[in-house]
């Protein structure tokens, strides 16, 4: 089901919904103990928050990555 929706968020035409479903699944991933996934999804919501021109949310998806201590490596 994720993998549908996140596939979706590329032809979709609101992309401000797509970010906020992408951070959100990011976060229940994350909360699920799958950190790779959501850095993944976290990547993905960082690009729509750019072409919005939302740099309050890129920050707040940059912090989100970086902050995870070793479970998230940074490269």
Known sequence: MLQNRVAITEVNKNP??????LVFSGEISENMGNF?????????????AQKLEDSKQ???????INSQNPRFPTS
């Open 16 to 21: 401000a919904e797509d970010l906020k479903y």
């Open 36 to 48: 790779t996934k959501a850095k993944a999804l976290y990547k993905q919501a960082i690009s729509i």
């Open 58 to 64: 890129q920050s707040l998806l940059v912090y989100k």
